[in-house]
């Protein structure tokens, strides 16, 4: 009779493994070697294992794979985020590795914002992330450097992938804003660097130097870039948004996040590319030199403007951000007017700062 009962449960779990997949899946063809379907079976059984632990049913997995937005889902989703369409049709991680599923609040209230339920809701307001993000700053084993070294490189080279991760990092961490300081610090790192060749260039002395880095970080960074954040943050908030609602804004932070994307490749162009150039080319009175300067200047602002408004466009609650690239035509103009009438934009940069550091 044991035996019986023991055959009867494993039956009964053998119809309940079935039953939580599609028949595509339960009745593997004949041609699968013996290897792959001892595998394919150890799947269906993590699957089923995780479904029970969670409290998913048939109903609510079957939905979750057409893409209902419902507990199942979202489990759904999560198994088969490995790519394709089955849970480990791509690469499990090794025993022993670090990395893990990402995971959020099953009893969230899906929102168009992704926001947390009232019982959350104190660990994600914005003065909890500013003092998480502050308290980070100066703890350096606590950064992910190579991950920040990855985006400044891909901000050249598609700057679309940069705020891809942005929409992971809202799903698993329920907000669009870096929580890593490490670009920041590698910016500035940057900065430091490129303003001490710009002092060297332009023949300034040590204190001349200092000042100007001064200048650089406080004034052209993070002055000039809190005032955009902050006009681009109300502008976004007020006119862009499809829904005013307090589900539905941007973070001032990923305003914040956009404009430091952004500064990145016109700092490196400008403060950088441009060094080789301006003492031989750039500073001569001739047509190449300020052809040559003004180009750099409209491929760094203009990129800027480009990076921004993918910043923006990202977000899927926001309209008509078309509009964030309006300002090329203006941009455009004044190239042309500056070629006719001789305006050298590097060398009126080069008399400010020295104008500066005095």
């Known amino acids: ?85 089955d849970y480990g049709s791509g690469p499990r991680p090794q025993p022993g590795s670090r990395k893990m599923l990402p995971t959020t609040s099953m009893n969230s209230r899906l929102q168009g914002n992704g926001a947390l339920n009232s019982r959350d809701a104190a660990r994600h307001t914005a003065g909890a992330k500013r003092y998480k993000y502050l308290r980070r700053l100066f703890r350096f084993r606590q950064m992910d ?6 985006q400044m490189l891909y901000l050249f080279t598609s700057p679309q992938r940069v705020y891809r991760n942005f929409h992971y990092r809202k799903q698993t961490k329920d907000q669009w804003a870096r929580d890593d300081p490490a670009f920041l610090v590698l910016l500035s790192i940057w900065l430091c660097v490129s303003t001490i060749g710009f002092g060297f260039v ?33 502008i976004s908030n007020k006119y862009l948004v499809k829904r005013q609602s307090r589900d539905y804004d941007v973070e001032w932070g990923y ?17 950088f590319i441009q060094l080789f150039f301006i003492n031989y080319v750039i500073m001569t009175d001739t047509f190449i030199g300020y052809f040559v300067g003004n180009t750099l200047w409209l491929i760094a602002v203009g990129y800027y403007i480009y990076v921004t408004f993918l910043g923006y466009s990202a977000l899927p609650f926001l309209k008509n951000t078309v509009i964030l690239l309006y ?7 004044l190239y042309g007017l500056s070629l006719a009438l001789g305006w050298n934009f590097t060398h009126t940069l080069c008399s400010f700062y020295k104008y500066r550091v005095k």
């Open 202 to 234: 332009l023949d300034m002395g040590f204190f001349e130097t200092v000042k100007l880095l001064l200048w650089v970080v406080f004034i052209d960074c993070v002055g000039v870039g809190l005032l955009i954040s902050t006009l681009m943050w109300f």
């Open 255 to 271: 305003a914040f996040d956009v404009h430091l994307n952004a500064f990145y490749p016109l700092l490196v162009i400008l403060h």
């Open 1 to 85: 009779m044991a035996e019986g009962a023991e055959e009867g449960v494993g039956e009964e779990e053998a119809g309940s493994r079935d039953k939580l997949l599609p028949a595509s899946e339960s009745q593997p063809p004949e041609s699968k070697t013996p290897k792959v379907l001892r595998q394919e079976a150890q799947r269906k059984w993590e699957k089923h294992v995780i479904c029970l632990a969670l409290g998913v049913t048939k109903t609510n997995y079957v939905a979750g794979r057409k893409g209902n937005r419902s507990r199942g889902g979202r489990l759904a989703r999560l198994l088969n985020r490995g790519g394709g369409g």
């Open 145 to 150: 450097f190579e991950f920040a070294a990855w």
């Open 327 to 333: 300002p090329f035509a203006p941009l455009i103009l």
